[in-house]
């Protein structure tokens, strides 16, 4: 069973166009994490979520916490093909120790 | 600053074979962590330290053994390589547990064959 699910799994889009990947979770979490990972490096942290209902923009890409703190997404807007990459989500679940889950990933890639 | 260094980058083991997966940081973290990788399935914490001397399990410790002696180091020990252990492991370091919202910093991993 995977605590923190994504989707789509896959994503191939064209430069320019606009997208969303999801992160969902029947569980509340005090905060959640998104990751990129590129082939052959480990993940590297874009953005910290903590608050129901947040929002926080890094350039192009715009990320939200859900309200009840179970899900999060990652909308990029103009992909370009440095967006290709591995997307993932990562949470400590509330009540829990400290050991982030991670989700199922989002493979993204970006053509021109 | 080196940050989060794994070695060997590959290696191939046969079944049966015992290696040491090696991970060592030198940002002074207190905390670090083994993940593996496997293909769609995100990462899975394998073994966790909360500082030097202290290890605990994570979600799938069987097959592995972990020490902790000083803060930089924290290698990941395969007794008995089966090829279920085939995968990506990497290792990661933050300053605070991961309850405190505090980033991981991850190596570059080790990619681990098993036949």
């Known amino acids: 069973t995977q605590l923190l699910e994504q989707s789509p799994q896959f994503l191939s889009i064209q430069e320019g166009e606009n997208l969303t990947v999801y992160c969902n979770s029947s569980?509340?979490?005090?905060?959640l994490q998104w990751y990129r990972q590129e082939p052959g490096e480990g993940p590297v942290l874009l953005v910290t979520?903590?608050?129901?209902?947040e929002v926080k923009k890094l350039k192009r890409l715009t990320f939200q916490f859900g309200d009840a703190r179970k899900d999060s997404s990652l909308h990029i807007t103009a992909a370009q093909p440095g967006d290709t990459g591995l997307y993932l989500c990562a949470g400590v679940p509330t009540g829990t120790a400290s050991k982030l889950t991670f989700g199922t990933g989002t493979r993204l890639q970006v053509t021109l | 600053n080196a940050g989060v260094t794994q070695t060997p980058k590959f290696r191939i083991l046969k079944i049966g074979q015992s290696m040491t997966l090696q991970c060592t940081q030198d940002m002074n973290h207190n905390y670090m962590y083994w993940y593996r990788q496997d293909p769609g399935m995100g990462l899975k914490l394998i073994y966790y330290?909360?500082?030097?001397?202290?290890?605990d399990k994570g979600e799938v410790p069987n097959g592995y053994n972990v020490s902790r002696s000083t803060t930089e180091d924290f290698p990941l020990r395969l007794e008995l390589a089966a090829p279920s252990q085939t995968s990506v492991y990497f290792c990661a370091s933050n300053i605070q547990g991961a309850g405190n919202n505090s980033p991981l910093h991850f190596g570059n991993g080790t990619r681990l064959t098993v036949t």
């Open positions: 979520v903590v608050t129901g209902g």
């Open positions: 330290s909360v500082g030097a001397g202290i290890t």
């Open positions: 569980s509340v979490f005090s905060s």
